[in-house]
């Protein structure tokens, strides 16, 4: 999985509109009292706690032990588990994941330990950034790195599928998928995109010097400003969302 450090603090001050556009995707979920369910990637568990509050029996996994910490905190049951690493066999009558997929860049074997992981007819559902997502906030950054080459190459860390893309990888696994679908969602960054940047690029920048990370945001700042900032709107990132529903 990716090596990006989470901050749990942080998250919730910058990210917090990660949970709250969770909720279309918890809609097709549609969780059931009893149900044993299986959050992957649940970060700080506000969205899990969601789901227990429908009467579910929910196991939230996280491969930081800081964001399974903060999910603890809230009264739920939690493991440091990476989403590349699961282990379980045909425990949960549902497996839901917000905004984790994509940083799991070996695709087929979260898959496939989602599909073990459920009872037969069980259901993987999920949202995921979607090709194109962020597409100008990539863009930038891959250019800023360009222009200080001894910082080294730009690595994105993110895996952005087409509809048909992820449609082969739920089908090798042997899932039927019930809805698949590429929606087109601007973001507002309620804290601008320096705020979203100490968020989701610590992983991007973990090799430079503090000083250097300083001026990878004020350059990306500067640069995205005129295509992704407005005086009356605030900040707006690209983001297109994969959401999907499949069935064992």
Request: with cysteine; glycine share 8%.
């Amino acid at each position: 999985m990716n090596s990006q450090n989470w901050n749990a603090k942080e998250y919730s001050i910058n990210a917090a509109f990660v949970a709250k556009l969770g909720n279309s995707a918890l809609e097709i979920l549609d969780p059931k009292p009893g149900d044993r369910i299986l959050d992957l990637g649940c970060g700080d568990g506000k969205l899990t706690l969601e789901i227990q509050n429908y009467g579910c029996h929910v196991m939230g996994i996280d491969s930081s032990e800081e964001m399974i910490d903060a999910t603890r905190k809230l009264g739920i049951e939690a493991q440091v588990i990476s989403g590349d690493n699961l282990n379980f066999d045909q425990e949960f009558d549902a497996v839901f994941s917000n905004a984790a997929l994509h940083w799991i860049l070996d695709k087929d074997k979260v898959v496939q330990g989602v599909y073990q992981a459920l009872k037969p007819n069980g259901h993987f559902v999920g949202e995921l950034g979607g090709k194109g997502n962020i597409n100008s906030v990539i863009t930038v950054m891959s250019a800023v790195f360009q222009d200080f080459p001894h910082w080294g190459k730009f690595r994105n860390p993110w895996y952005f599928p087409s509809v048909a893309e992820y449609a082969k990888v739920l089908d090798r696994v042997g899932f039927e998928i019930n809805y698949l679908e590429l929606i087109p969602r601007s973001t507002t960054l309620n804290t601008g995109i320096r705020g979203w940047l100490k968020v989701f690029a610590k992983g991007i920048t973990s090799n430079l010097k503090s000083e250097e990370q300083e001026i990878f945001i004020n350059e990306v700042e500067k640069r995205l400003q005129p295509i992704i900032f407005a005086e009356k709107d605030g900040w707006i990132a690209d983001y297109i969302r994969l959401r999907f529903k499949a069935t064992k």
